[in-house]
């Protein structure tokens, strides 16, 4: 079950009524507008007249959460939305098609390797890094820092390039 402390934290600091099913976390925003917080990672902006807007959570430190929906990222530390880049579509498209999990900022979109402790970073001017997600390291090899450069393949898909190798999302490896 994914964590919903950060959920109901951040309601109660904001005096939000919220109620606790056995698969989600609903926020009542208004009268007529609650969000719902999936254990799965999605998330639902809903009214009685059904679903607005979809998208993915996770939490942010443990009373605060980020939304994604689409090209915008939803901070409640802030309490604003942030456009993406579009200069990203093609990678978010590809991780959004296998469930992986991503984070980004106007500059940079990061995917999550939390069993690994490590993410990949993209680059607005298309640099590309490997680090370890604890102290944001670079992941060594050969005693040298896993960084390169990566580019769109297509709408859907992109590729890494690195002196060690390529990696091609439509094929999902390294040659």
Same mark, same amino acid.
């Given at each position: 079950?994914?964590?919903?402390?950060?959920?109901?934290?951040?309601?109660?600091?904001?005096?939000?009524?919220?109620?606790?099913?056995?698969?989600?976390?609903?926020?009542?925003?208004?009268?007529?507008?609650?969000?719902?917080?999936?254990?799965?990672?999605?998330?639902?902006?809903?009214?009685?007249?059904?679903?607005?807007?979809?998208?993915?959570?996770?939490?942010?430190?443990?009373?605060?959460? !980020?939304?994604?929906?689409?090209?915008?990222?939803?901070?409640?530390? #802030?309490? *604003? %939305?942030?456009?993406? @880049? &579009?200069?990203? $579509?093609?990678?978010?498209?590809?991780?959004?098609?296998?469930?992986?999990?991503?984070?980004?900022?106007?500059?940079?979109?990061?995917?999550? !390797?939390?069993?690994?402790?490590?993410?990949?970073?993209?680059?607005? #001017?298309? *640099? %590309?890094?490997?680090? @370890? &997600?604890?102290? $944001?390291?670079?992941?060594?090899?050969?005693?040298?820092?896993?960084?390169?450069?990566?580019?769109?393949?297509?709408?859907?898909?992109?590729?890494?390039?690195?002196?060690?190798?390529?990696?091609?999302?439509?094929?999902?490896?390294?040659?």
């Amino acid at each position: 079950m994914r964590n919903r402390i950060c959920i109901k934290k951040y309601a109660e600091s904001k005096g939000l009524t919220f109620v606790t099913g056995a698969t989600f976390v609903q926020h009542y925003v208004s009268s007529d507008r609650s969000y719902f917080f999936y254990d799965s990672g999605k998330w639902e902006d809903r009214t009685s007249s059904g679903i607005n807007k979809e998208g993915k959570w996770q939490c942010d430190g443990s009373d605060n959460y !980020f939304i994604w929906h689409g090209n915008k990222k939803y901070v409640s530390r #802030d309490n *604003k %939305w942030y456009t993406m @880049n &579009t200069i990203f $579509n093609c990678v978010k498209e590809e991780l959004e098609s296998r469930n992986m999990k991503y984070e980004f900022t106007s500059n940079e979109l990061k995917l999550l !390797f939390p069993r690994d402790k490590q993410h990949w970073s993209f680059y607005e #001017d298309g *640099k %590309w890094g490997k680090f @370890n &997600t604890e102290d $944001n390291s670079p992941v060594m090899i050969d005693g040298k820092p896993t960084v390169g450069t990566w580019e769109c393949d297509g709408e859907e898909e992109y590729k890494v390039l690195t002196e060690w190798g390529i990696y091609n999302s439509k094929l999902n490896s390294w040659t």
